[in-house]
């Protein structure tokens, strides 16, 4: 084949001027960060935040970096984590002028449709929240402990009708799939204003769980690998490979029921109600927006919640003392007449200092979201003091957040951080016990991105573990083998099996 000489030259100093570009910009991304420690690799590629969440231990990995490498390390070529909750309140207070970053990007349910969480824009993110908060605190939605109520009260039936074991028969529960049938029960309810009726079929209707399963690690990873993140900003894109509406099981099938049931809330014969979906009317979200909405608070009510449950009833069970303290506690409410029946007020439980104890120890022991939530450092930069030391972040870095480091922080939670002990929070006093209370806090969020749905969430957690141990006992049955947990950012957690005992009436 002839050579066309001098053109080949060329071509050849173009790949060559190319190559030395691509190698100067891996350099000066490496070198702004240079200061910072980690894995190698997280210099020059994404590779090891990529392996962290395929191998599905990624709460470990976060934490491992942090506690290898210091309160601040390297992840990515733009990417730092942080175990510091001083770092995290400044990064997130409400005055911060720190962003979100594109990391949120995966929390598109539908591509291309923004929710609360999704969304970037600050200034849009900061009318999304004052437009919703009155729905998510219970302050327009008079109904909401009553549906909760309801799927408690349809918790305990379905477990007295299939799951009782007797000497003469033993009955397993899988804990792990009815604690999310009840949390999506609830929050397709305040939702919809229809629940998806789990508990009453025992059943995963529409495959929800397996689907939501099945898409998390993918949810997660959009958020790490650049490329992925096109696939929930481009909507075309996004509809070639995520279901659609039209599908009859899993997320698409949500979808569809999200497009049907919000689109009685419109047109001349409207539904009118006083409820969650009512209130965002009432204060001006769209059609479109409150599908959006409500796809998240599914997605994200439902997962996180169950999971607190799922840990926090695994722990107890693991640890007897700290079991019948609780069920003690418990019993001697009823005994007082200070306990609702059949289901307790959340006021009534808030005021049953153990059962808080618990509460936030379950939260603190096993954080429900480790994703990383990174923030944007501001354009100029920012020099902050960690563990004594200055240090300074350069602009438009990423800054992620370490939930396993940060709340089994020994110096916050003491050299026992790793146990499971809901004393510490009736022991501590003073300025010890609010600086436990601020870093147990950021599992909700912190500032200006604080969790919305809190209040729903709290109300769940007062009313289940008070009326599962009111009504049964539980135990493991195998201890050898607990359940099935992995961590993408998110839990995936299955076959939680116990043996479930009914209590003798007091």
Request: charged share 25%; proline share 4%; with cysteine.
């Amino acid at each position: 084949m002839p050579h066309l000489g001098g053109v080949d030259l060329e071509y050849w100093h173009l790949a060559v001027l190319a190559l030395l570009a691509y190698a100067v910009r891996l350099y000066a991304q490496y070198f702004r960060l240079s200061d910072f420690k980690g894995p190698r690799t997280t210099g020059f590629s994404s590779l090891w935040l990529i392996n962290a969440v395929r191998g599905q231990q990624t709460h470990l990995a976060y934490a491992s970096v942090n506690e290898k490498f210091g309160s601040v390390a390297r992840i990515g070529p733009n990417d730092l984590i942080t175990s510091s909750p001083e770092l995290l309140w400044r990064i997130n207070g409400v005055r911060s002028t720190y962003t979100k970053s594109e990391w949120y990007l995966g929390s598109r349910i539908q591509p291309g449709h923004d929710n609360i969480f999704s969304g970037i824009d600050e200034d849009h993110h900061t009318k999304r929240r004052a437009q919703m908060a009155a729905g998510y605190s219970g302050k327009e939605n008079p109904g909401l402990e009553n549906d909760i109520d309801t799927h408690i009260v349809n918790w305990i039936y379905l477990i007295k009708r299939k799951y009782m074991t007797t000497p003469e028969s033993f009955k397993p529960m899988d804990l792990a799939r009815k604690a999310q049938f009840f949390t999506l029960d609830v929050i397709t309810k305040i939702a919809f204003g229809e629940a998806f009726g789990d508990l009453i079929h025992d059943e995963d209707m529409y495959k929800y769980v397996q689907s939501t399963e099945e898409m998390l690690e993918v949810i997660i990873l959009a958020g790490v690998v650049p490329a992925f993140k096109y696939m929930f900003t481009v909507e075309w894109l996004g509809n070639l490979v995520f279901p659609t509406d039209k599908a009859s099981t899993g997320i698409g099938k949500l979808i569809g029921i999200a497009k049907e049931l919000i689109g009685k809330r419109f047109g001349p014969k409207a539904v009118h109600r006083q409820d969650m979906i009512g209130s965002f009317i009432q204060h001006g979200l769209e059609r479109d927006e409150l599908v959006s909405e409500s796809l998240l608070q599914i997605l994200a009510g439902s997962d996180t919640s169950a999971t607190s449950i799922r840990a926090t009833m695994l722990y107890l069970m693991s640890h007897p003392r700290i079991y019948r303290k609780l069920q003690a506690e418990i019993d001697a409410a009823v005994k007082a007449g200070k306990a609702s029946s059949p289901v307790i007020k959340a006021s009534e439980a808030a005021e049953l200092p153990y059962l808080q104890a618990v509460i936030k120890e379950g939260m603190r022991i096993w954080p429900a979201v480790t994703g990383l939530l990174s923030k944007v450092v501001p354009p100029e930069g920012d020099t902050v003091e960690i563990d004594g030391k200055k240090m300074y972040l350069p602009g438009g870095t990423n800054v992620g957040y370490c939930a396993w480091g940060i709340h089994r922080n020994k110096d916050v939670f003491g050299e026992d951080a790793d146990v499971f002990r809901p004393e510490r929070w009736l022991e501590a006093s003073g300025e010890n016990l609010a600086h436990m209370t601020k870093t147990a806090e950021l599992v909700w969020g912190w500032g200006k991105y604080q969790c919305l749905g809190r209040p729903i969430a709290m109300i769940e957690l007062n009313k289940v573990f008070f009326e599962l141990l009111r009504n049964f006992d539980f135990s493991l049955v195998d201890p050898t083998k607990p359940w099935n947990s992995c961590n993408v950012g998110l839990w995936k957690q299955s076959q939680l099996w116990v043996e479930v005992t009914e209590r003798s009436a007091m």
